[in-house]
């Protein structure tokens, strides 16, 4: 069955929903119309159809709309075949949702919808069916060649994303926490897409202004984006952010917004926890290989779950041992920003510390031949101080590290983390075994598999980051009581860090430590 959909019915005259009326839903049935000035044009009236999800009505959200929204979603997909969408979508509107407050507003909430567009593949915007699965065994049992799709990512996910290149997508989940990430995701993407579609769809102009090509660099079209923006109801701050975002796609994005509403399918496939077990499975096995080929599987292990950049920064030298080519590179005006900062940080006119920035001015100067070059050896270089990768290669998205204490050199380590009697380190027979941090119940998986395979655990350190009701930005929360939504269980830790061990090394922030955690769902 086809997945389009129709274009929308003009009528001679509907009633105007947004007028002085006594209802609060301003999303109305399949089968009404609506009319509204939604132009400058205030005696232009264009009747449209609004046969887009509804909403009948606000009421205080609790946690019982959530436990709904999750079990109704979950109940769905169950099903062997494919699901819409547009099933969830008044339960979406129920849990009033902080990353999305606009949900029931006619207009575009853009922060929930960016925050969709960078947490789904550019090419999101040509599919209608989405695939969940959790390995590649699962997809080709069904039929589905992903070995053989593209490839994509996501800016701010680390999921394994395949596009067939026409109107589906199939991603890899590694545990009911990353459905419970990707649904709502989904469904805020097509509430926002829809409403979009309506207001470029009032008036019979706005596409043909879209459809006009001229030079980006003239006046005319300086006006005719800023029409676009005005009848879409866009922000400007918001509009640039759209624009950095989709960059020279932007027009040809809401064309095709334009021209089709977004009507997601879902289907799930396996999605058992026999599934998630095995997955996890055969992401450990390469990491167990490479611990018995180094004769490491015996050792004391710490065990870090944070990224893959700041400890292997801290310990191995590789950053700092280019500290003058780094400094060229800032200093050299190709990013105005951080030739600015460099200098402000020599001259000593802004807070802030040397090494810090030498960590940040490397993700830009890795993009140079310099950069690249060094890419090339970093392997080498770290193995040689026995560092040690393993890249995701099944369903989960998840990188891992092994350090051996014993190879470090202790010159070479960021100076803030040398301390008296380091010279120990090369007598140590311990490992750290670091992993980028996974999401939710997967992060539960993971940390069982590695318990169950690993004898001599002497430490588990969680960093991450948080919303929180108290501080700011650059804050250090420090729980020792965390609450599971997932369990209903409340843990009590012993935490070994206190707000005197971080402090010294905060110039921005304040580290809070006593604190309370909730590990929600999806999370």
Excluded at 68 to 76: A, D, E, Q, V, W
Excluded at 377 to 393: D, F, L, M, T
Aim: glycine letters at 6%.
């Amino acid at each position: 069955m086809s997945r389009k959909n129709r274009s929308p019915e003009h009528s001679d005259y509907a009633p105007d929903p947004f007028g002085d009326q006594p209802q609060d839903s301003v999303f109305l049935h399949e089968d009404s119309n609506i009319i509204e000035d939604l132009d400058a044009h205030p005696t232009t009236h264009t009747a449209v159809n609004t046969s887009f999800e509804h909403d009948d009505g606000r009421h205080e959200a609790g946690k019982r709309d959530v436990e709904l929204y999750i079990r109704t979603y979950n109940t769905l997909l169950r099903s062997s075949g494919e699901i819409s969408l547009k099933a969830l979508v008044q339960a979406h509107y129920n849990i009033d949702s902080s990353l999305h407050p606009e949900a029931r507003s006619p207009y575009p909430d853009m922060s929930a919808f960016i925050y969709s567009v960078l947490r789904l593949p550019a090419s999101i915007v040509h599919c209608d069916l989405v695939l969940l699965g959790q390995s590649e065994e699962v997809f080709l049992q069904q039929g589905f060649q992903v070995d053989g799709w593209e490839a994509v990512t996501a800016s701010a996910r680390r999921r394994k994303w395949f596009y067939d290149g026409k109107e589906t997508l199939a991603v890899y989940v590694a545990s009911v926490s990353d459905t419970d990430d990707i649904v709502p995701i989904l469904v805020a993407f097509q509430i926002e897409w829809n409403k979009m579609y309506y207001l470029l769809n009032a008036d019979s102009t706005t596409m043909q202004l879209l459809e006009t090509r001229m030079d980006r660099t003239s006046p005319v079209f300086a006006e005719i984006t800023k029409v676009l923006r005005e009848r879409l109801h866009i922000h400007i701050d918001d509009w640039h952010r759209l624009e950095l975002i989709w960059g020279d796609r932007l027009w040809q994005n809401l064309l095709i917004i334009g021209k089709q509403r977004k009507s997601f399918s879902l289907r799930m496939l396996g999605g058992s926890h026999v599934g998630f077990v095995r997955a996890t499975r055969k992401w450990w096995a390469p990491v167990e290989q490479l611990l018995d080929k180094l004769g490491l599987q015996e050792r004391p292990v710490y065990f870090v779950s944070s990224n893959t950049h700041s400890l292997v920064n801290l310990v191995s030298g590789s950053i700092l041992n280019r500290q003058d080519e780094l400094t060229r590179f800032a200093l050299s005006g190709r990013d105005p920003y951080l030739a600015e900062e460099c200098r402000k940080l020599q001259q000593g006119t802004v807070p802030g510390n040397w090494q810090n920035f030498l960590y940040f001015a490397a993700r830009e100067w890795m993009h140079t031949p310099a950069g690249r070059e060094f890419i090339r050896n970093r392997e080498r270089e770290e193995q040689e101080r026995g560092i040690w990768h393993v890249g995701a290669r099944h369903g989960l998205e998840i990188d891992a590290q092994v350090f051996e204490l014993a190879r470090l050199r202790a010159m070479e380590i960021d100076p803030r983390c040398r301390m008296p009697g380091m010279d120990h380190l090369a007598r140590s027979q311990a490992i750290i075994l670091n992993i980028d941090y996974p999401l939710g119940m997967a992060a539960y998986r993971m940390m069982r598999e590695i318990m169950e395979n690993l004898v001599q655990m002497r430490g588990i350190y969680i960093l991450g980051k948080a919303a929180t009701l108290n501080g700011s930005i650059g804050d250090v929360m420090i729980s020792n009581v965390v609450l599971d939504e997932h369990s209903q269980n409340t843990f009590w830790l012993d935490n070994c860090f206190t707000a005197q061990d971080v402090q010294p090394y905060q110039i921005y922030g304040s580290g809070l430590d006593n604190q309370r955690a909730v590990s929600g769902k999806g999370t």
